[in-house]
């Protein structure tokens, strides 16, 4: 190869612009500001359908927060409170009202015992 002629500098140059290409194909794909062929930045323009999705997205992001609590207060109550709501529900079975209106029921028969 002939390094003084033009094919040489031909090849630096395609070199240099696919390599520059490349790196703003990159840069872009992952959200980064492109370069131009000065070396300055450019800033990628927030389009109406980019802030639309990211309000729908922080939406989502709310919603699930809240159904996470939720879901952490029904474990509680199912795990915490699962066992002994049938006990303390057996126990106002057994024992007649305060007011002397009621008496204890027969579970099998629904009947008073």
């Known amino acids: 190869m002939n390094w003084g002629g033009p094919e040489f500098v031909i090849a630096i140059i395609a070199l240099s612009t696919g390599g520059w290409l490349i790196n703003n194909w990159i840069r872009a794909k992952h959200g980064y500001s492109l370069e131009d062929e000065w070396g300055g930045k450019t800033e990628r323009a927030d389009t109406s359908e980019t ?3 990211r309000e729908e997205n ?3 992001h709310e919603k699930l927060d809240t159904m996470q609590d939720r879901m952490v207060v029904l474990e509680k109550i199912v795990t915490d409170r699962g066992y002994s709501l049938h006990d ?3 126990a106002l079975r ?3 009202a ?3 209106t009621g008496m204890p029921l ?3 028969t629904g009947e008073k015992a």
């Open 51 to 53: 802030k639309r999705l």
């Open 58 to 60: 922080r939406a989502l």
């Open 88 to 90: 303390e529900i057996e």
């Open 94 to 96: 057994d024992r007649p």
């Open 98 to 100: 305060a007011d002397g």
């Open 106 to 108: 027969d579970i099998k």
